[in-house]
């Protein structure tokens, strides 16, 4: 069984940045779509940005322009760059391989990681 573990969560400054992590035990990325999820407090876990083995990314309105996704699948791990980060992006922050896509949205798969917490306040 393929381990997701993420990191790079913390607190930071409206309009700063973070950069996650999402570390694989094994090559998944490389064959497996996956997607970054959030979850803020009394809220229902949401996606954030997805990307497919080709590498293609998508992104929610939400944060379109703002984050970035990308992979090493030499490292087998898949990055989540936020930058010009607001109050309303804090949450814990999931990610999640394993997935498909239907009608280009991505919908998660059994794999989930423990989550990092990202707080962006003054």
């Known amino acids: 069984q393929v381990q997701l573990v993420e990191s790079g969560g913390g607190l930071v400054q409206p309009g700063g940045s973070l950069r996650l992590s999402c570390a694989a035990s094994?090559?998944?990325?490389?064959?497996?779509?996956m997607g970054w999820y959030r979850q803020a407090p009394g809220k229902q876990r949401e996606l954030v940005a997805s990307m497919r083995s080709s590498s293609i990314p998508d992104y929610e309105d939400s944060v379109q322009g703002r984050f970035t996704l990308s992979k090493d699948n030499t490292k087998n791990t898949v990055y989540l760059q936020m930058n010009s980060l607001k109050p309303e992006d804090t949450a814990v922050y999931y990610c999640?391989?394993?997935?498909?896509?239907?009608?280009?949205?991505?919908?998660?798969?059994?794999?989930w990681g423990q989550g990092t917490q990202v707080t962006v306040s003054s």
């Open positions: 094994g090559s998944i990325f490389s064959i497996y779509a």
């Open positions: 999640n391989a394993g997935g498909v896509y239907i009608g280009g949205r991505y919908y998660y798969g059994d794999r």
